[in-house]
Antibody, heavy 121, light 109 residues
């Protein structure tokens, strides 16, 4: 079964850090680009970051550029999102999503169930 | 404010057709063929319904169809069914990023 399982969410103070993980199974992880997408309470979906299949190309939304880093370990079938200098407005459910393509940013055909990040003092 | 503009809500009766619009700019919808649509039921992960403007993934009923004209993409659902009631989001490649619409709540009356 094709599956993505996020972990690592939780409560963190403003200015703090958190690392999210996304474990993939049921498909050849190294063949596909991956993204992180978030949804803040009462808001719509917001794309956060992208990694090409090799991890050699990454992109970020302007709202997180310089604060978040994306990486992947293809030997462990795992995608990561390192979030630093967290702000209250980063509070959201974070989803990892599999892209249809290796190069990415085409469409997301598999989504995880999400992990909640709450930034609050 | 979301990058792509969708109506907040649409509604239709079972068996009818509804169309959800998604308006962007010449930097996203207007210049890219990577437009996709997602269905989201409460508490569930988004589900890909349309990709590459008009293509349906395996398993998605042919009642769902996509199109694009200029800077506006559209999702049409024909033969509405109760289980189609959900939130729908459009999405477009915008060069080195992806932009989503604000979402449209579809109510099946």
């Amino acid at each position: 079964e094709v599956q993505l399982l996020e972990s690592g969410g939780g409560l963190v103070q403003p200015g703090g850090s958190l690392r999210l993980s996304c474990a993939a199974s049921g498909f050849t992880f190294s063949n596909y680009a991956m993204s992180w997408v978030r949804q803040a309470p009462g808001k719509g979906l917001e794309w956060v970051s992208f990694s090409s299949n090799s991890g050699g190309i990454t992109q970020f939304a302007d709202s997180v550029k310089g604060r978040f880093a994306i990486s992947r370990d293809n030997s462990q079938n795992t995608l990561y999102l390192q979030m630093n200098s967290l702000r209250v407005e980063d509070t959201a459910v974070y989803y990892c999503a599999k892209d249809l393509a290796a190069a990415g940013l085409r469409a997301f055909d598999i989504w995880g169930q999400g992990t909640m990040v709450i930034v609050s003092s | 404010q979301s990058a792509l503009t969708q109506p907040r809500s649409v509604s239709g009766s079972p068996g009818q057709s509804v169309t959800i619009s998604c308006t962007g700019t010449s930097s996203d919808v207007g210049s890219h063929s990577y437009v996709s649509w997602y269905q989201r039921h409460p508490g569930k992960a988004p589900k890909l319904m349309i990709y590459d403007v008009t293509k349906r993934p395996s398993g998605v009923p042919d009642r769902f169809s996509g199109s694009k004209s200029g800077n506006t993409a559209s999702l049409t659902i024909s033969g509405l069914q109760a289980e189609d009631e959900a939130d729908y989001y459009c999405c477009s490649n915008a060069g080195r990023k992806v932009v989503f619409g604000g979402g449209t709540k579809l109510t099946v009356l």
